[in-house]
């Protein structure tokens, strides 16, 4: 295991549970975009436990390496889908945020590819 590795996963696991915490706490600028795509809000703490628990499958992959790949998998898939209801509600201009979080997933998937 590489040092970059560990870094991007941390950071990364950091980075998508800031983003289930997000949900959890109900804070307005995530919680009302949900609305806007058409979310039901019966989804919203289903959505934040994903991601926490890929949060997570991420810094127990340093020690358990397939557990970090298949929540990587995971959370590849859910921001995924979440840039596809972005584009689904026509709003263009937040496709940008699911990426953000997409990105350093991925980042870490290559890296526990190369090590």
Do not use: C, N, Q
């Not at 289930?20 to 307005?28: D, E, P, Q, T, W």
């Not at 949060?55 to 929540?71: N, Q, R, S, Y």
């Not at 972005?86 to 290559?110: I, K, N, Q």
């Amino acid at each position: 295991m590489s040092t970059a590795h560990t870094v991007v996963t941390v950071i990364a696991a950091a980075w998508v549970g800031f983003s289930a915490g997000s949900v959890f706490a109900g804070a307005r600028w995530v919680v009302e975009p949900l609305a806007d795509y058409g979310v039901p809000r019966s989804w919203w703490t289903w959505l934040g436990v994903a991601k926490a628990a890929g949060a997570l499958g991420l810094v127990v992959g340093l020690f358990i390496p397939v557990v970090g790949v298949l929540a990587g998998i995971g959370l590849v898939l859910y921001f995924t889908g979440a840039v596809i209801t972005v584009l689904r509600a026509r709003s263009y201009a937040h496709v940008p945020f699911p990426l953000l979080y997409l990105g350093p997933v991925v980042a870490s998937m290559v890296l526990a590819s190369a090590a």
